[in-house]
């Protein structure tokens, strides 16, 4: 009876251990599950030579044109994300291929998937419509991150939101000691537009630059205290980059361009463009957000 009462034990303990230990297993150690990915991502896919698995959405739906020349998916308008194990978690690299309207909510979908955005730029000149291209990464399960970009690949299909327009309102001049308050930067006024200037140093073969050089974060705020727009760039080190894009985005700020302005920095600098419209105020404390976002991630180094 003994025996037999430990037989049974053992016998539940086959049955219930390896559904856990293969949970584990495969969110950690164990090898890529293909039909997980295609299943999350709503996409098939192929492995590739260097153990890769990667899913593809051909843009057949758009009709693109360069320089008067139509242009199909293998010329470069194609969707992609590749899934690799590496060491005890599952990396991805990507690239979507997006209208300037899809920007905004595919990015935001990509951050709600806890998903990187590494670069937004465009690949061509004198395409109709403007085409852009964001790369995404990530890393941990392969069931998350599988999720998160089956959510990208769901906002692109979901096609380009409705254009808004901000009525005018108001006529109240910018108010260059609020914004200043906001910022907690000084700044100067000139024909109208605010503007600010922050120096973020770097060295190139051995020799410091900054502000001055181009190495800056800026805003420039044109418009009225009702109704303004503010343009500019954010200047930051790699890590401080996902910081800055998130609180951006939570402020309505539109990001339309990350990429590099140089080559041998060290440390390596990214600059991100950007793109706001609202209150004059609103739109300040979305830039100030950002900046705490990144000093943040600096004093953490």
């Known amino acids: 009876m003994k025996m037999r009462v430990i037989m049974v034990w053992l016998g539940l303990a086959v049955l219930t251990i390896p559904r856990v230990a293969s949970a584990d297993v495969h969110a950690t150690n164990g090898p890529l599950d293909p039909s997980v990915i295609e299943a999350l991502t709503g996409v098939s896919g192929q492995w590739q030579d260097d153990s890769a698995f990667k899913v593809s959405v051909p843009r057949s739906d758009l009709d693109v044109s360069v320089n008067g020349i139509r242009i199909s998916p293998p010329m470069g308008l194609t969707s992609w994300a590749s899934f690799k194990r590496v060491g005890d978690r599952v990396v991805i690299m990507g690239d979507v291929v997006l209208l300037e ?3 905004s909510p595919v990015m935001d979908a990509a951050l709600a998937g806890g998903l990187r955005i590494t670069a937004l730029h465009n690949h061509f000149l004198h ?15 392969t069931e998350d991150l599988a999720l998160a970009v089956g959510a990208v690949f769901r906002a692109i299909a979901a096609g ?6 901000v009525p005018s309102t108001g006529a109240t001049p910018l108010q260059q000691t609020e914004l200043e308050g906001i910022l907690g930067r000084t700044g100067q006024m000139s024909n109208g537009v605010f503007r600010v200037v922050i120096d973020k140093p770097t060295n190139v073969d051995g020799h410091a630059v900054g502000k001055e050089m181009g190495v800056n974060t800026w805003a420039a705020f044109q418009g009225t205290s009702e109704q303004a727009a503010v343009a500019g760039d954010f200047a930051m080190y790699e890590d401080e980059l996902d910081a800055v894009i998130r609180a951006l985005r939570a402020a309505g700020i539109h990001v339309v361009a990350i990429h590099s302005h140089m080559v041998h920095e060290t440390p390596r600098v ?6 706001g419209e609202g209150p004059a105020a609103a739109l300040a404390r979305g830039i100030r957000a950002a900046l705490d976002a990144q000093e943040s991630v600096a004093q953490a180094q």
């Open 160 to 165: 380009s939101p409705e254009p808004t327009t």
């Open 127 to 141: 395409d109709q419509p403007r085409i852009m291209f964001m790369h995404l990464g990530g890393h941990g399960r």
């Open 101 to 103: 309207s899809q920007v």
């Open 270 to 275: 990214i600059f991100l463009h950007y793109w």
